[in-house]
């Protein structure tokens, strides 16, 4: 079965780069029908979506105006995984960290596959 | 600030029905039916129990059920178990950015 694995550190130091990696196993980051995507859960933001990555012939990005001038999702065919990075941190970035499978069920598409999450906190 | 609105908890007690309502615009929940509903259990990541509206993934029961009308999705779980007692999450589709908004979620306890 699909599963993701998480990695990256839990603490940041603010004005500094967060990185998470998410590793695919039982699917390939470079299906022509899912979306990889990185979403993140505070108490006081909820549940965000953050920004995906895809491949349909080539490689596409999207992400949420709210952190687009701060974020990059790459992939990585080779590892089979894809990871997000996030500069300038504040303490307003601290969350739960998930990465997510989008993929498009029979009828609906659909968050089927979340990885097991990364705490990370931004403090100096 | 949410974009899709959900009552903050709801209760029942062992095998009643709850409704869990998510209200949201005609550029999200009316756009598309790509609505889903997730189970998420403290210190878990959430779980897909509702996709497309109204679809149950495989090892969902169907005492989960959900609808959609104009703008807003609802979420029935009949009979309910201890185990239900979770918070319950909506999202949908947009046409704009973010490209997926959730609600805010909903406590459901168990009596």
């Known amino acids: 079965q699909v599963q993701l694995q998480q990695s990256g550190p839990g603490l940041v130091k603010p004005s500094q780069t967060l990185s998470v990696t998410c590793a695919i196993s039982?699917?390939?980051?470079?299906?022509?029908?899912?979306?990889w995507n990185w979403i993140r859960q505070s108490p006081s933001r909820g549940l965000e979506w953050l920004g995906r990555?895809?491949?349909?012939?080539?490689?596409?990005?999207d992400y949420a105006v709210s952190v687009k001038s701060r974020i990059t999702i790459n992939s990585d065919t080779s590892k089979n995984q894809f990871s997000l990075q996030l500069n300038s941190v504040t303490p307003e970035d601290t969350a739960v960290y998930y990465c997510?499978?989008?993929?498009?069920?029979?009828?609906?598409?659909?968050?089927?596959?979340w990885g097991q999450g990364t705490m990370v906190t931004v403090s100096s | 600030q949410s974009a899709l609105t959900q009552p903050a908890s709801v209760s029942g007690s062992p095998g009643q029905s709850v409704t869990i309502s998510c209200t949201g615009t005609?550029?999200?929940?009316?756009?598309?039916?790509?609505v889903s509903w997730y189970r998420q259990h403290p210190g878990e990541a959430p779980r897909l129990i509702i996709y497309?509206?109204?679809k149950r993934p495989s090892g969902i029961p169907n005492r989960f059920s959900a609808s959609k009308s104009a703008n807003t999705a609802s979420l029935t779980i009949s009979g309910l178990q201890a185990e239900d007692e979770a918070d319950y999450y909506c999202?949908?589709?947009?046409?704009?950015?973010?490209?997926?908004?959730f609600g805010g979620g909903t406590t459901l306890t168990v009596l």
């Open positions: 999202s949908s589709l947009t046409t704009s950015s973010p490209l997926w908004v």
């Open positions: 005609s550029g999200d929940v009316g756009a598309y039916n790509h």
């Open positions: 997510a499978r989008a993929e498009m069920l029979v009828g609906g598409y659909a968050f089927d596959i």
């Open positions: 990555t895809y491949y349909r012939s080539k490689w596409g990005n």
């Open positions: 039982g699917d390939s980051v470079s299906s022509l029908t899912a979306a």
């Open positions: 497309g509206v109204t």
